[in-house]
């Protein structure tokens, strides 16, 4: 039985994690795992996924116009067993919230030695990679978890 809860996690909570969310949650529908996502920054809290995202997610029959932003808290720990952060950076700055080995290690890079990096600034290409990286990621981390 492949149970948990998953937090998908990037800067600003509207370009990747949301999309992240969107993807693992739809890929998992079998199981019961519960899948949410948040921002290590304030900057978009409360604000719906960028319009980018947003398409790319609904093109393959995915809708992730309802999420909302919401910034990483230390509850999130408690919350989830797995925390998956898009960058190195969020991957740091998720660590440095930490307060035990129990917390440290919820936390892991979605792609192991890999990054999803930031589409924010860029073109639409950029998002098309990381839609490409992040299924990629959730379907091997799902299989992983079947065996
Ligand atoms: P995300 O992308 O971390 O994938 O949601 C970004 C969104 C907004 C900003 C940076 C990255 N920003 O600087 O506002």
Redesign the pocket.
Known sequence: MVKGNVLMV?????????LAHGIFEHLSKEFSITVDSA?T?S??IGNPP?PRSIKLAMNQGIDISNQR?RQFTRSDFDLFDHIFA?DRQ?LRNVLKLSQSETESNKVKLLLINEEVE????GGDQGFEI?YNKIEKASKDILDSWKQ
């Open positions: 990037c800067l600003g909570n509207i370009c990747r994690s949301p921002g920054a900057y978009h960028d932003a898009m969020n930031d589409p924010y600034y990381v």
